[in-house]
């Protein structure tokens, strides 16, 4: 059966994550659910590139599904496809890939950016954390050097994580100065779960003074979660692409 990937962004504010939930709304079943209607099929299975919390938000979210035939008008599939799912998910684009192709294992490199605002602002309401305390940008960005490379990332993994092993490949981690604001951007080949969220609220510690610039790399090494900082909220974290090498970007 043909593969094929779709890009897609959602807004996750309305939903228990990415995945099917037995009794709460998730992103995946109502993919599944446009999908088997724009297909004629009774039931379609979808495979995400990774899962998402309840909150959390996407600006380019990859998935495949198998299909009985060839899908001859991408655009026009993509657009039925945009018309059956709520206003807070989004098609961009449909793509043929390789039978092996996989929405997670063939995935290289992963971003996340997490957004923080000082003011109220009704605008950024659900998409990013109202932090009011100043935080020192430069700092914080220093005190993620230590982590760049391959480590176990254990400490900033949720506790009773399934994962198979703790080693991420930690390519970008630095923080940005914005308008009332600030956001952090992260890059690695795969993440663990609650590893983002626990990166920034150990930066937080940092950014205000209370640990110095070492700490991350002190937190790291304890491989212990409760040498890390709190989660910060899901609200201001985004997935922001997902290489594959089949795909351009």
């Known amino acids: 059966m043909p593969r094929s990937f779709l890009e897609i962004a959602f807004d996750g504010t309305a939903y228990a994550g990415w995945q099917v939930q037995p009794h709460s709304p998730s992103v995946q079943a109502e993919v599944e659910r446009a999908l088997a209607v724009a297909l004629g ?20 979210f990859f998935l495949h599904f198998d299909h009985a035939g ?21 098609v961009y684009r449909l793509l043929p890939v390789p039978d092996d192709g996989h929405a997670r294992f063939s995935a290289t490199e992963r971003g996340y950016r997490y957004r923080i605002h000082h003011r109220k602002d009704p605008f950024l309401r659900g998409r990013s954390y109202l932090f009011r305390p ?10 993620c050097a230590p982590l760049l490379g391959r480590h176990a990332f254990t400490s900033f993994c949720r506790t009773g994580s399934d994962a198979k092993t703790m080693d991420c490949d930690l390519r970008e981690a630095r923080w940005e100065a914005l308008d009332h604001g600030c956001a952090f951007v992260v890059k690695a080949d795969r993440f663990l779960r609650n590893m983002v969220r626990a990166l920034v609220g150990t930066c937080l510690e940092v950014g205000q003074g209370q640990q110095d610039t070492g700490h991350l790399a002190r937190v790291l090494e304890a491989q212990d979660r409760t040498a890390a900082g709190r989660s910060v909220p899901a609200e201001g974290l985004f997935l922001e692409h997902v290489r594959y090498p089949f795909i351009d970007p």
């Not at 099929?41 to 380019?60: L, W």
């Open 134 to 143: 100043a935080l020192d940008v430069a700092a914080m960005t220093a005190a």
């Open 41 to 60: 099929e009774e039931r379609v299975e979808v495979t995400g590139c990774g899962r998402t919390d309840a909150g959390v938000h996407a600006s380019s």
């Open 70 to 90: 060839p899908i001859a008008e991408p655009e026009r599939f993509t657009h039925s496809l945009n018309g059956l799912l709520p206003p807070d998910i989004a």
